[in-house]
């Protein structure tokens, strides 16, 4: 795990640029891999992420760090934003995106978590409490702290209000 957090863009918040979270590097796949959960509903003025699928690709990046940037947001439609509560977007974060402009007299929150591939390092700095880092949060052994994770917390609670918690 790498980052966990959330975001949150008050009314008036401006519109971020577009960007990608991290750089296309020849010959790597998908290094991070990040979730966007909306913890409310995120409406069209509230400045939904303008996401633009395919552009985790080298001609993407390519066209974003010429001249074709304005283009690539006009081509496609800003839709994918819009969530239902609990709803997410999962990008590989080569993916191009930004946050729009809250129009609305309404807070924007999204949860947000990443997952770094193993054994990639990175340069910048990162959400993700110090106390978090070597704790060994992976895809790869959900089984291991997901399931502890829902077994400890039905534990703490009162029999009639358990909850079954699943990956699915
Ligand atoms: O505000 C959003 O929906 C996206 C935020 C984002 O892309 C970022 O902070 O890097």
Same mark, same amino acid.
């Given at each position: ?75 496609? /439609? @800003?839709?994918?934003?819009? *969530?239902?509560?609990?709803?997410? @977007? ?11 402009? @809250? ?25 993700? *409490? /110090? ?9 790869? @052994? ?27």
């Amino acid at each position: 795990m790498y980052e966990l957090a959330a975001l949150i863009s008050d009314p008036g918040s401006r519109a971020q640029p577009l960007h990608a979270d991290f750089p296309y590097c020849d010959g790597e796949g998908a290094a991070l891999v990040i979730a966007f959960v909306a913890l409310q509903d995120v409406e069209a003025d509230m400045g939904p992420t303008d996401i633009i699928p395919r552009t985790h690709t080298a001609e993407a990046h390519a066209r974003f760090n010429g001249a074709e940037r304005l283009a690539l947001v006009r081509e496609c /439609p @800003n839709t994918r934003g819009l *969530l239902g509560t609990g709803d997410a @977007n999962v990008i590989d974060a080569r993916t191009l995106h930004c946050g729009g402009g @809250n129009g609305s007299l309404k807070r924007r929150v999204l949860f947000y978590c990443s997952f770094l591939r193993r054994g990639r390092a990175t340069a910048g700095t990162h959400s993700l *409490l /110090p106390a978090l880092r070597s704790a060994g949060y992976a895809l790869d @052994n959900t089984e291991e702290w997901v399931y502890r994770a829902s077994e400890e917390s039905n534990t703490n609670v009162k029999p009639r209000r358990r909850c079954a918690c699943s990956l699915t």
